[in-house]
């Protein structure tokens, strides 16, 4: 989002480029504070003013944005393979496992900022809906700091002991939580790319995804789909995961598949060839 680009109006230059990630300031201004989305909008109305060219992380942000925009390429995000792979060291995975107090159990794992947008309290409301067995079998995990209008009040399920919020997880201590979940789960709202879930594929983690937004053009068919806006569609993609061995098994290896289609390599390069060629 180009909140900040006042920063470069005195900055002269023949071509101007700028990195779109999403477009929820205007697909989804609830989500925002008014001046961020004031900003947002000057950012975009500066930019067209020096006719520049955009590129989009996503077919699905380059769909939001290219109508009314002919300069608009997809440079797909990667992952990087020397922090997120899959850690068979268990040492490693014990302390990490320590260090987050994660409970014992197959665990579900949430990482997110806590905001609105990442639809949350759906996801709470899903796992609530499984059986108390279902529960302490599969802890809740949810990792991130507290966002914009965070709360939890509204909630009751909140109080259910099997839900744990572990705050935020330092980066070089993922891979090693994303490699010992049982599911990584992302219902949001809307994503302009989704990294978390890529991550988590690159550790050979299973997914569950929004079926509504770039979510499910990055996991492709190495995914569980749901419908965010719907509890118990989210409820019975958690159900899936815990039911269907077989399936968890074949969405491990499809997700590790998949996830090597995204490289920063060939993000840079078609970058790259943006910048020299626009």
């Known amino acids: 989002l180009p909140q900040n680009v006042e920063f470069f109006h005195h900055v002269a230059a023949r071509k101007y480029v700028a990195t779109i990630h999403d477009l929820t300031h205007r697909s989804h201004p609830e989500f925002h504070e008014a001046n961020n989305v004031r900003l947002c909008e000057a950012g975009l109305n500066w930019l067209d003013q020096k006719n520049a060219g955009y590129l989009a992380v996503s077919n699905h942000t380059l769909n939001d944005f290219a109508p009314a925009r002919k300069l608009v390429k997809v440079a ?27 409970p014992v159990g197959d665990f579900f794992l949430s990482v997110s900022t806590l905001e609105p947008r990442k639809n949350l309290n759906a996801l709470i ?15 809740l995990v949810i990792a991130g ?6 709360s939890g009040e509204d909630v009751p399920e909140l109080k259910k002991s099997n839900i744990h919020f572990i705050g935020f997880v330092r980066e070089e201590h993922l891979a090693a939580l994303y490699s010992q979940a049982f599911a990584f789960v992302n219902v949001s709202h809307y994503e302009g790319f ?6 988590a594929m690159a550790c050979k983690c299973p997914v569950i995804v929004s079926s509504n937004s770039v979510l499910t053009e990055v996991a492709g068919d190495a995914c569980i789909a749901v419908d965010h806006s719907n509890i118990d569609s989210i409820s019975q ?35 790259l060839e943006f910048y020299l060629t626009k």
């Open 145 to 150: 700091k507290v966002g914009w209008k965070w």
């Open 194 to 199: 989704g990294l978390p879930v890529l991550e």
């Open 237 to 271: 993609g958690l159900m899936t995961m815990i039911d269907q061995k077989a399936e968890l098994e074949r969405l491990r290896q499809l997700a590790m598949k998949r996830s090597w289609q995204f490289t920063w390599a060939a993000c840079w390069d078609k970058t």
């Open 76 to 102: 797909h995000l990667g992952v990087d393979r020397t922090r997120f792979h899959s850690i068979p060291n268990q040492h490693l995975l014990k302390l990490v496992r320590d260090r987050y107090a994660i």
């Open 125 to 139: 409301k899903a796992y609530a809906r499984l059986s108390v067995e279902k529960q302490l079998e599969h802890p």
